[in-house]
């Protein structure tokens, strides 16, 4: 199959993306679809519905290559972690994992807007750059389904909230210095709505089972572009020499830790202490705003 067009997303990388669709009001995207391909008339009557079901590709997964060329080799895994179990697993056919025998993804979003091949969506829990195979009107009739259960482990929402956030004295300061930078092109209409972005985002923990257990564990020195493999990037308030001459401190705390969100572009660093209590520090251009800043300069 190939792709039908492609998700421009607030999220710019894997980390903040909402797990599931509709917890992040604000989060906004734009779906683009291939001129080539699909005709402008095809999505004549789509702007009636409230919203859609979207089909599309897990395209960030690290396994992808090996998952689709060499099926015996991509160390496929039958269980997966699950946040709301705190790590427990269980089979992936029970959960909503990206990293499936067959990499496809099922979300529905609300329809804002339509404009020619461009379908304005918020609610979204895709990330940047994700390819769309389909797109389908969502039907309350017959997808809504009365009386359907989960397991009691679904509903433990209460596990990922976070217990308050606040913002440093610096914070507004800082966003106003980057606004600039990203106004024209911001999916947003000021920066007290991208802050609200940013509030939703940061109202579920969107750390890893392990660094919401072991924040230390997943530190590691990293450069000012660098980021985990899950894309989380965290750093410390350690020196730098204690990594250089091998020493792990020993004394790092949840508070010691800097988490960083990146959304459109935009690096916000925030701090999570052991009971959920978020302080969200300041924003600054990310990689690839900094390279812009630089070209224009």
Same mark, same amino acid.
């Given at each position: 199959?190939?792709?039908?067009?492609?998700v421009k997303s607030?999220?710019?990388?894997?980390?903040?993306?909402?797990?599931?669709?509709?917890?992040?009001?604000?989060?906004?995207?734009?779906?683009?679809?291939?001129?080539?391909?699909?005709?402008?008339?095809?999505?004549?009557?789509?702007?009636?519905?409230?919203?859609?079901?979207?089909?599309?590709?897990?395209?960030?997964?690290?396994?992808?290559?090996?998952?689709?060329?060499?099926?015996?080799?991509?160390?496929?895994?039958?269980?997966?972690?699950?946040?709301?179990l705190e790590g427990?697993?269980?089979?992936?056919?029970?959960?909503?994992?990206?990293?499936?025998?067959?990499?496809?993804?099922?979300?529905?979003?609300?329809?804002?807007?339509?404009?020619?091949?461009?379908?304005?969506?918020?609610?979204?829990?895709?990330?940047?750059?994700?390819?769309?195979?389909?797109?389908?009107?969502?039907?309350?009739?017959?997808?809504?389904?009365?009386?359907?259960?989960?397991?009691?482990?679904?509903?433990?929402?209460?596990?990922?909230?976070?217990?308050?956030?606040?913002?440093?004295?610096?914070?507004?300061?800082?966003?106003?210095?980057?606004?600039?930078? @990203? +106004? =024209?092109? !911001? $999916?947003?209409? *000021?920066?007290?709505?991208?802050?609200?972005? /940013?509030?939703?985002?940061?109202?579920?923990?969107?750390?890893?089972?392990?660094?919401?257990?072991?924040?230390?564990?997943?530190?590691?020195?990293?450069?000012?572009?660098?980021?985990?493999?899950?894309?989380?990037?965290?750093?410390?308030?350690?020196?730098?020499?204690?990594?250089?001459?091998?020493?792990?401190?020993?004394?790092?705390?949840?508070?010691?830790?800097?988490?960083?969100?990146?959304?459109?572009?935009?690096?916000?660093?925030?701090?999570?202490?052991?009971?959920?209590?978020?302080? @969200? +520090? =300041?924003? !600054? $251009?990310?990689? *690839?705003?900094?390279?812009?800043?630089?070209? /224009?300069?």
């Amino acid at each position: 199959m190939a792709q039908i067009g492609v998700v421009k997303s607030c999220f710019s990388t894997r980390n903040g993306t909402p797990r599931q669709p509709l917890l992040v009001p604000l989060a906004r995207a734009t779906l683009i679809f291939d001129s080539t391909r699909v005709p402008q008339a095809s999505l004549e009557g789509l702007e009636g519905y409230s919203h859609c079901w979207l089909i599309y590709v897990f395209h960030l997964n690290t396994n992808l290559d090996k998952l689709w060329k060499k099926p015996s080799q991509s160390k496929f895994k039958a269980k997966v972690r699950v946040p709301r179990l705190e790590g427990e697993k269980i089979g992936v056919f029970a959960t909503r994992s990206p990293h499936r025998p067959c990499p496809i993804g099922l979300t529905v979003a609300k329809v804002e807007a339509v404009h020619g091949r461009t379908v304005l969506l918020s609610g979204v829990d895709l990330v940047d750059g994700t390819p769309i195979l389909d797109i389908k009107p969502y039907l309350p009739y017959c997808d809504s389904i009365q009386g359907a259960t989960v397991p009691d482990w679904v509903k433990m929402d209460d596990i990922l909230a976070v217990a308050s956030i606040s913002f440093s004295e610096d914070f507004s300061s800082s966003l106003a210095d980057c606004w600039a930078m @990203v +106004e =024209k092109k !911001s $999916l947003y209409f *000021s920066p007290d709505e991208f802050l609200s972005l /940013i509030k939703q985002v940061l109202s579920w923990d969107i750390r890893s089972v392990a660094q919401r257990s072991h924040p230390h564990n997943a530190l590691r020195k990293t450069d000012d572009c660098s980021v985990e493999d899950d894309d989380t990037v965290v750093r410390s308030c350690v020196r730098e020499e204690d990594f250089e001459h091998g020493h792990e401190p020993q004394s790092l705390s949840f508070q010691d830790v800097i988490y960083h969100l990146v959304l459109e572009g935009l690096d916000v660093s925030y701090r999570i202490d052991s009971i959920g209590n978020v302080l @969200v +520090e =300041k924003v !600054s $251009l990310g990689c *690839s705003m900094q390279n812009v800043d630089k070209n /224009i300069s």
